[in-house]
């Protein structure tokens, strides 16, 4: 089935650096444009990131352009997300979410219908 | 950048009555190409959201026709006809129609 899968969460120092994973498996990840959207503990959904099919595209939240870097291997269908110059308010959980979906010049009208489990980033002395 | 603003942000309703909530963007979400990219997701505890509606008012595979969504421009609306056990939790509109991407503040909708 389709899925997302998560990885590379961990307590970390601020200022640190971390590298979270994402796994998509069930459907042709080359084909659909990708964020992350984080969760702090007890608190709203903030969009993070985005990355369009083919890489060429990336957005970023203000709270955390210049400090981390979204990417996208699609022959291993996988998206990442380099978090450098960690502080305490990155800590949540980073779901890595699907996002439109376009083939043979057809697209799906919408996106945020795919979400991973999460990972738990904690920045913390 | 777009700031999106739910209201109410709790909702204590009873079971088997309707419940509403409204979302307001700061700027118009009608998108270039005519389409406005306003979705509602819900979150139960300790699960990651799910897809209610797209596009405003288009229901995603497998929701209930309980739940309906409607608006236009910067004003919007998700209703549920009858409240059921199941649809505890936060729901929240979001906005993918400008970068960068923005959710509402969350409404925790709970059984009274």
């Known amino acids: 089935q389709v899925q997302l899968m998560e990885s590379g969460g961990d307590l970390v120092k601020p200022g640190g650096s971390l590298r979270l994973s994402c796994a998509g498996s069930g459907f042709i990840f080359s084909d659909y444009y990708m964020n992350w959207v984080r969760q702090a503990p007890g608190k709203g959904l903030e969009w993070v990131a985005y990355i369009s099919s083919g890489g060429t595209t990336i957005h970023y939240a203000h709270s955390v352009e210049g400090r981390f870097t979204i990417s996208r291997d699609n022959g291993q269908n996988s998206l990442y997300l380099e978090m450098n110059s960690l502080r305490p308010e990155d800590t949540a959980v980073y779901y890595c979410?699907?996002?439109?979906?376009?083939?043979?010049?057809?697209?799906?009208?919408?996106?945020?219908?795919?979400w991973g489990q999460g990972t738990m980033v904690t920045v913390s002395s | 950048d777009i700031v999106m603003t739910q209201t109410p942000l709790s909702s204590p309703v009873t079971l088997g009555q309707p419940a509403s909530i409204s979302c307001r963007s700061s700027?118009?979400?009608?998108?270039?190409?005519?389409?406005?990219?306003l979705s509602w997701l819900h979150q139960r505890p300790g699960q990651p959201p799910r897809l209610l509606i797209y596009?405003?008012?288009n229901r995603f595979s497998g929701v209930p026709d309980r739940f309906s969504g409607s608006g236009a421009g910067t004003d919007f609306t998700l209703k549920i006809t009858t409240v059921e056990a199941e649809d505890v939790g936060v729901y929240y509109c979001?906005?993918?129609?400008?970068?960068?991407?923005?959710f509402g503040q969350g409404t925790k909708l709970e059984i009274k």
């Open positions: 700027q118009s979400l009608v998108h270039n190409d005519g389409n406005t990219y």
């Open positions: 979001v906005q993918a129609t400008h970068f960068p991407y923005s």
């Open positions: 596009k405003i008012s």
């Open positions: 979410v699907r996002d439109e979906g376009c083939a043979g010049g057809t697209c799906t009208d919408w996106g945020f219908d795919v």
